[in-house]
């Protein structure tokens, strides 16, 4: 009985200890993928930017009450978004990303930005926004295949 009872804490435990070795090793992973990313974003190379998304059609993008569904059509969004690359939006991270495992081979990553830019009218608009991203390990490595960005108070 005493055997059945340290096994059944014992299991968990385990488990538990190889979730982190998991998270932590996917994380090691995605991290300089994410500077990357943040590395494109700042000189508004959508293509660079979008290497890391899953290149398919089932590929989902929600930014505040719009969905995009695909990555041909976000690649036209964010062509948009930043002006085929003459944007001068500046990003500011907030924080240091959040990292969790969703389970084997999938970690959502949440972060925050600011970004500064200059609209049409010559306005300057300073707006925060929060993105969660799902990075799927895949046989050419990590992907997101869903991100949700909004618009955020801080």
Avoid at 66 to 79: C, P, V
Avoid at 92 to 119: A, H, I, K, N
């Amino acid at each position: 009985m005493i055997r059945w009872l340290a096994l059944a804490f014992l299991v968990p435990a385990v488990a538990a200890a190889q979730s982190a070795d998991d998270l932590a090793s996917a994380r090691a992973e995605i991290t300089p993928l994410f500077a990357e990313m943040q590395a494109a974003a700042k000189v508004h190379d959508t293509d660079r930017h979008l290497a890391f998304y899953a290149r398919e059609p089932s590929l989902l993008f929600i930014i505040n009450d719009q969905r995009i569904t695909g990555w041909e059509t976000l690649r036209i969004k964010q062509r948009q978004w930043w002006n085929d690359g003459r944007s001068d939006v500046v990003y500011t991270p907030m924080g240091e990303p959040d990292y969790r495992m969703l389970g084997p081979g999938l970690v959502v990553v949440t972060y925050f930005l600011t970004s500064r830019r200059t609209l049409a009218s010559g306005e300057i608009r300073v707006s925060g926004f929060g993105i969660s991203a799902i990075w799927q390990k895949r046989p050419e490595g990590w992907r997101i295949i869903y991100a949700h960005e909004s618009a955020v108070q801080r």
